[in-house]
């Protein structure tokens, strides 16, 4: 098992705090994680702040975590990914997503309609462009070259590169499959170790399908890392994050991490806390997250307990740990970093 941690998402770019962040994330590679993610949601985008990383790094790969489809042309998001294939010597991965109907249809002006389509038609284009081929497509959301004008088959001048990963971060059952179908990786959200055959199940049925080894494929999830002989005192700041995903990523009838967890086994709790943030009583759905949900998707407690909840992991098939290292300050947050990694080390010799 790898280790991972990501950097960006919603709340990125609300203090100019990059030096520190930096300064972070080239000690966790040091420390031996393998791949640093950005996430760009509605802050930072994930691909000026990697670049950047590419020239101050030596080894560890990143990847977007994850571009959204819906904001940037397909041609576009492969040339990014040559850029920085070149830029970091092939240390890139290309991770792609569908985003939500709020962020799609209100900041980016797109419709959501056909996501899934959308991000197959986006991979399609991804793949001619890397191979170096002439870029022609007729797809629902994409037709290249337009007809009707001066425009024609172009291939890009970059060299061809069709070895950058793509991994794909889906959560519904026709996503996965097709995760499974076209994917190097899979970027995952939402997962639930006792429920690991809602997801995993559906991969490998389009990994199947298209006469792949489903253990050709990367598999990543994880949560937050903190350590702690108190364990309610270590759930009771997390529970209002999973509130909000339950009840607010998304809009009250599409919401793909509720989804996910309902289908990962809990369909009643994860419908009462989205109702509750729905009808605004916020204080009761963030009551209402039951303690094993949050512990299932972290990694909280003694030594002890974390190692268990590592081996969860690994047994039900996570190749790639995602972790969030949790501290009052940088120093601590590294000591949180350096105790997963040498548990996952261990975890990982007794495999061996």
């Known amino acids: 098992m790898k280790v991972s941690i990501a950097y960006g998402g919603p709340a990125s770019g609300k203090k100019r705090d990059w030096d520190n962040q930096v300064q972070f994330l080239r000690e966790a ?84 309609r056909q996501p899934l389509r959308r991000l197959r038609e986006t991979v399609d284009i991804v793949r001619q462009a890397f191979a170096g081929e002439k870029i022609v497509y007729e797809g629902a959301h994409h037709l290249l070259p ?4 001066e425009g024609k088959a172009l291939r890009l001048a970059q060299p061809a590169n069709d070895q950058i990963p793509i991994w794909l971060a889906t959560l519904g059952p026709k996503s996965l499959e097709y995760t499974g179908e076209v994917a190097d990786g899979w970027v995952g959200t939402s997962f639930v170790p006792s429920g690991s055959s809602a997801t995993f199940g ?13 253990g050709c494929i990367e598999y990543q999830a994880g949560g937050a890392v903190q350590f702690g002989d108190d364990l309610d005192q270590l759930l009771r700041p997390r529970r209002p994050g999973v509130a909000f995903t339950l009840g607010a990523m998304g809009s009250p009838t599409t919401n793909f991490y509720n989804d ?24 009761k759905a963030i009551e209402a997250v039951p303690d094993e949900l949050v512990l299932q998707t972290n990694f909280l407690g003694s030594i002890s307990q974390v190692t268990d909840r590592v ?39 007794e495999k061996s």
């Open 202 to 214: 559906h991969v490998k049925k389009g990994a199947e399908k298209a006469g792949r080894d489903p």
């Open 29 to 112: 590679e040091q420390m031996g994680v393998d791949i640093i993610w950005s996430a760009e949601a509605w802050g930072m985008d994930g691909v000026s702040t990697l670049a950047y990383l590419a020239a101050v790094t030596n080894k560890v790969r990143l990847g977007t975590g994850i571009l959204q489809v819906s904001a940037r042309t397909p041609v576009m998001t492969a040339m990014t990914a040559l850029s920085m294939a070149a830029i970091s010597e092939d240390r890139f991965i290309l991770g792609l997503g569908v985003s939500g109907p709020q962020v799609v249809e209100g900041l980016h002006g797109v419709s959501f």
């Open 146 to 149: 337009l007809p009707g004008g």
């Open 311 to 349: 081996r969860a992991y690994r047994d039900a098939g996570i190749t790639v740990l995602r972790v969030q290292p949790e501290g009052l300050d940088t120093q601590e947050r590294l000591d949180s970093l350096g105790q997963i990694i040498d548990i996952v080390r261990s975890v990982n010799k």
């Open 260 to 283: 996910a967890y309902r289908r990962g086994g809990f369909e009643e709790e994860a419908r009462r806390v989205q109702q509750l943030w729905v009808d605004k009583e916020r204080e």
